[in-house]
């Protein structure tokens, strides 16, 4: 992997190359941990002192065009080979140089597999399969590292091949077994702060490439608006990722998003009701590190926000179907 056949960085080599290692967290003093399966944990390797370590992040910057000095202090950068690398000096990380490394997936599962894996039960792979054959638009949402990714990876390989995809990422890291998929990823702006190319814009370019599902990768901040528009353009069948604590709280999230985006609270609400059809959830365990769907809910609209209604809810790993199921259904053709 690029970047990694430097000397200062021979002692992650081999925590890079292991698949089941998915973050490699290099936390100044406090030592370089891991995360994986069974989620967080520390590692005996050592890099030096804060001086190794703040050269090792400002030459994988430089690998990855972006700058990383004092008066540029923070930056996120993609290495070839799609190796993410988001690094931090101080004094903005008090306690030494921080460095976060996120491996690409090197296989993307199929439903069947993640159903295997017990990401989901059979009721539950059975829906989202019939979601997308239906062209529901949706979200999926959970916290970071929760297997959002992973999964829409998954479900958009359900994709009929006669279909084009346009995916759209900040950076990319999405890996989709589909014959016709469109990759569009941002830019950030240069060292003189020109040449930024935003997902808002990309958004707007990808509706005018004749796709047939749009998908952005992550719906952070005020592309939202954008979103919401290209959904209600006739694209029936795409989807994005979205942080939210809960399925229920995707509305106020989409709300907040919007109002970077200069929406009006029941503009975000009209669109919202207009453009999306579900919300799925995930969420990782703390104690087992399995990432699990948890939620599949219905949008329907209400006084104010639009809320969210289960349609299937997994507690302790039983699977009950709540008021929303009726309404999804019937929407998927069931």
Known sequence: MVGLDLPCAAPLRD????????????????????????GLRATAISLGGHTQIRTLACQLAAIGRGRLD????????????GLRMHAILPPIAPNGP??????????AFTLAELTARGTMGA???????????ARVNFLVCGATGAGKTTLLAALLALVPASERILLIEEVAEI?????????????????????EVTLADLIRHAVRMRPDRIVLGECRGAEVRDVLTALNTGHEGSCATLHANTARDVPARLAALGSLAG??????????????????????SRSSGRRQVTEIAAIKPAEGLPVTVPAVIVREGLVERGP??????????W
């Open 175 to 195: 890996s989709v077994q589909h014959q016709h998929i469109v990759r569009l990823e941002a830019r950030p702006a240069n060292s003189e702060g020109r040449g």
């Open 70 to 81: 004092d008066a540029s202090p923070a930056t996120d950068v993609q290495l070839p080979g």
């Open 263 to 284: 929406m009006t609270t029941q503009a975000v609400a009209t669109g919202t009701v207009a453009a999306l059809t579900a919300v799925v959830h995930l969420r990782r």
């Open 98 to 107: 921080l460095i976060s490394l996120r491996t690409s997936r090197r296989q």
């Open 123 to 133: 009721d539950c792979a059975e829906l989202l399969a019939a979601m997308v054959a």
């Open 324 to 333: 929303g199921w009726a309404d999804l259904a019937d929407k998927c053709g």
């Open 15 to 38: 925590l890079l190359s292991d698949p089941e290692v998915t973050d490699v967290l290099i936390n100044g003093s406090a030592g370089v941990w891991v995360d994986g399966p069974g």
